[in-house]
Nanobody, 121 residues
Framework: VQLQASGGGLVQAGDSLRLSCAASGLTFSSYVMGWFRQAPGKEREFVAAIMWSTYYADSVKGRFTISRDNAKNTVYLQMNSLKPEDTAVYYC??????????????????WGQGTQVTVSS
């Protein structure tokens, strides 16, 4: 299984970015896809997850939108109104079972390599 995240970059506060994560080696439509992030000096934290519905962290709700295209084996994270505190390495991940544990990074089976998002003030 491979998860390839892309789309990160350096932007200013208030700007938008769209991250993509292309998956291979798994039956994509059968997997919950999640986004997590890790800021310098902090633990990795949940951002959003999607299967038949979605979960969001409170810190991104209303600004970020997770979506998926099962025909392209790709999950997206549209990030609007970016803030400096959104600066982090963003990781995509996959797990089999949908539910509240989709917020828990330890329940994910596969991880991508991460893409850096830096938001300047």
């Amino acid at each position: 299984v491979q998860l390839q995240a892309s789309g990160g970059g350096l932007v200013q506060a208030g700007d938008s970015l769209r991250l993509s994560c292309a998956a291979s080696g798994l039956t994509f439509s059968s997997y919950v896809m999640g986004w997590f992030r890790q800021a310098p000096g902090k633990e990795r934290e949940f951002v959003a997850a999607i299967m038949w519905s979605t979960y969001y962290a409170d810190s991104v709700k209303g600004r970020f939108t997770i979506s998926r295209d099962n025909a392209k084996n790709t999950v997206y994270l549209q990030m609007n109104s970016l803030k400096p505190e959104d600066t982090a390495v963003y990781y995509c991940a996959a797990r089999r079972n949908w539910g509240p544990n989709s917020r828990n990074q330890h329940d994910y089976d596969y991880w991508g390599q991460g893409t850096q998002v830096t938001v300047s003030s």
